[in-house]
């Protein structure tokens, strides 16, 4: 309905001067950046004219880009060649660790059947039955080693072996997360190669464009640079002509509802003397001559009401749509009543569905290069149809109070419903606007990098604020993931949890990625800061009388968390967003976390920072 709203003033002919209004503003976009280049292009021209005297002696300096690019290849080819090696150097020592654990694991197992044979000779505290049972369990060796190890039943000879073995595994692992890194580095590397090497060919058939150009003529040489600069004069020829044709069609679409033209401006006196239709008519001709060009790096519109009271519902926002039933193509603005509401940017009014009865009241307003903005539950009306607004004129006031004229039969309490379209399509409006003015631990996961981008744009610094819950932002910046674990646990973690020697041995054990255990341990109870029983990170195993199990130690801890995601319930599952109810709806099936939206963000945030990229949702966090 809002895009057929012009239909009702103009048809399919008279709408061609929008079309040429669109036109003609193409091509004043193109001759400002033209006329704002024209002094670089002829200070350019100035400039080679003076480099190169000759066709030859800009051959020659091609032949120096070729020679230096030529350099710059065999480089990156050599830097792969010493890559692989080290990749295979790497892998030949991840199948000596593997051999290694697997002597090592043997030999425990020999040292614990020799224990068992010579118990008489071993401290009456050794209980021999429960040693039996355990050997005969079938139990994995680092199940047994850790029973072990946590009973305090071992001599000083089984506890050397026992961090020998350890000390492979780590070693094993970071073996591993060098391979990942090389091999990740092997990829830029050829990425790059293949870069430069176009570069090259290009700088090769750029010289052989210009032999075969200027078939070493030297005034044709020159004709080929100043032939860049006419294209400045074919624009302004173009935009005269198109002048010429919105003339003509401003002059027939007048002619044909018998209306003449009135500078809708200046000339107050005889645009009242207009019939309405007229009015209408000079209207539209004004509004479209004045829009301008988007700007759609910078967040282009302002936000039309001040965010401070935060945002209720977000675009495509979950809960709306499970609450209403529909989506939620726009973002409510909390406001108090009668808030003014003012334009994002110039238009002018294409459509008003006025405040007359407790049903829904919106105003459209139309915008340059193909943008619409709606804004719903308006309480009053500043503007009539077809009048032209500037950035930050109030046009409406906002409203949103159920039973309130223009509130609607769904509004849950006062704000401005905004929505933004781009060729008639629903957008995001936070693409479009500055995040930085809403509060940064109020906004979803998604918008967080547009927010510190947002907040450098408008400050001209870093974002290092506090969020209003206490801490600072949550940011972790290392060289490798090595690093990070460390800096995470030495920044984050309590007591033992700190060492990062037992987060590998243990995880590593159970195949599971250490840094998902760690923004587990982290997102449960800051990695041992807020613990209900001792050691117990994650405060889980409830029992019937509402308390929770103890642990006697961290490493005991970080070892039963590990195996809790292979026992029979979560073992199923590989990917984080199937352990919470965020992405595993089936209520019949088990999972971790019973949080549909915060654990998870959590555990992703967590996992983005400390491996350096972004961690999607259906990460693997089983080794590989």
Known sequence: MIFES???????EDKSILSTYKKLSIYENIWDKIQSKREYLEDQNSKISSRVDSLEESVKALDTDISELVLEVNKINQQIVDTKSKIEVNKDTIVLLKNKVAQSTEILLEYLVYIYKKWESV???????????ILLSGEKIDELMNDLYFKSIIQVTWQQLIEKHRK?????????LDLNQLENDLKILRKKGILEKNILDDKRASKQRLLDVTKWQEDLFQKYISEKLEIERDVKVKELREQIKLNNTKKKLLEKYDCEFVDTQSDLVAFDNLSSQCQDINKIIYAESRLTGVNHWNNPLDWPVAPYLGISAYYRDDEYTEHFWTDHDAIDIVV???????????????????PINTWYAYIALKHSDTLVTLY??????????????????????????????????????PHLHFVVYENEEYADPLEYLDTSYIAYNKLPEKYSFKYLSDFKIRKGYEYTGKKTTGGNVFRIEWENEVERQKYLLDTYAVWDFVDWDIWIEESVAENIDPTFLMCIGLAETTLGKYLKTPYNIWNVWNTDSGSTYSFSSAREWVHWMAITFNNRYLSQYSEIDELSRYGNKDESKPIYASSDFNWHNNIIKCMSHVKGHFIPDNYQFRLK
Not at 123 to 133: C, R, V
């Open 168 to 176: 492979f595994i780590s070693t094993l692992y970071i073996k591993k």
């Open 336 to 354: 108090q009543q009668g808030t003014d509401i003012k334009a994002p940017m110039d238009g002018y009014v294409i459509y008003i569905q006025p």
């Open 123 to 133: 401290s009456d505290d050794w209980d021999i039955d429960n040693l039996k049972t």
């Open 376 to 413: 719903w539950h308006i309480s009053s009306s500043e503007v009539w149809l077809y009048d032209f607004v500037k950035k930050w004129d109030i046009f409406a006031k906002s409203w949103g109070e159920y039973g309130t004229n223009g509130a609607g039969i769904l509004t849950t309490g």
């Open 6 to 12: 012009d239909s009702v003033l103009l048809d399919e």
